[in-house]
């Protein structure tokens, strides 16, 4: 069974500034995929990134990349340049050839002035 | 974009009383549909995985004969509460599935049973 772990129940950047959110998963698969979803107060979920495990290269959208690193089964998100509208829940998750999304618990950032 | 529209958005319902919650997906077919449970400040957790035309497959520890789930079409997917008991009250999301893994979530509909 798939698992996705996020151990950072909660974060805290100041405005401007670079956070990293971390992320480890376990797979049996060599084929997967790789998201980070925010969830605003809204609850609204929301697709930041997506990784396919076969590219070697970490996906980046604007100011929000990762670091995937498949041996060590690791994917962190990095936020550049905080904003105050980045503050949400971050949900790590996994899919496999089943297409189900495994959800990791989740990280609430709280973004400072 | 590819969009979920899920309705209602919120609901309240007496207990013992069965509440329908939709999900149609616009401008994309969702082949799969998924149904999630989220309760406050925790993870979604899936419940059901349904896809056109067939009988939902349920995750483990969910009631099939309390959570029921039709996906008719290719654009619409219900899920229908039945007898709904306090303890079903949470926030439920659908998400849509077409091609190249995109999962489009629905906005979520927040149930109360009193």
């Known amino acids: 069974a798939q698992t996705v772990t996020q151990s950072q129940p909660e974060m805290s950047v100041q405005e401007a500034e670079t956070v990293t959110l971390s992320c480890t998963y376990d797979?049996?698969?060599?084929?997967?995929?790789l998201f980070w979803y925010k969830q605003p107060p809204s609850r609204q979920m929301i697709l930041v990134i997506r990784q396919e495990a076969y590219k070697q290269q970490n996906a980046t959208e604007n100011r929000f990349s990762v670091n995937f690193q498949k041996a060590a089964k690791s994917f962190s998100l990095k936020i550049s340049d905080s904003q105050l509208g980045d503050a949400a829940m971050y949900f790590c998750?996994?899919?496999?050839?089943?297409?189900?999304?495994?959800f990791g618990t989740g990280t609430r950032l709280q973004v400072t002035l | 974009g590819a969009v979920v529209s899920q309705h209602p958005s919120w609901v309240i319902c007496k207990s013992g009383t069965s509440v329908k919650i939709e999900c149609r997906s616009l401008d994309f077919q969702a082949t799969t549909m998924f149904w999630y449970r989220q309760f406050p400040k925790q993870s979604l957790m899936l419940m059901a995985t349904s896809n056109e035309g067939s009988k939902a497959t349920y995750e483990q520890g969910v009631e099939k004969d309390k959570f029921l789930i039709n996906h008719a079409s290719l654009t619409l997917s219900t899920l229908t509460v039945t007898s709904a008991h306090p303890e079903d009250s949470s926030f439920y999301i659908c998400?849509?599935?077409?091609?190249?893994?995109?999962?489009?979530f629905g906005s979520g509909t927040r149930l109360t049973v009193v």
């Open positions: 998750a996994h899919t496999g050839t089943a297409s189900k999304l495994t």
């Open positions: 797979t049996s698969e060599s084929d997967y995929y």
């Open positions: 998400s849509g599935a077409g091609d190249n893994y995109g999962y489009t």
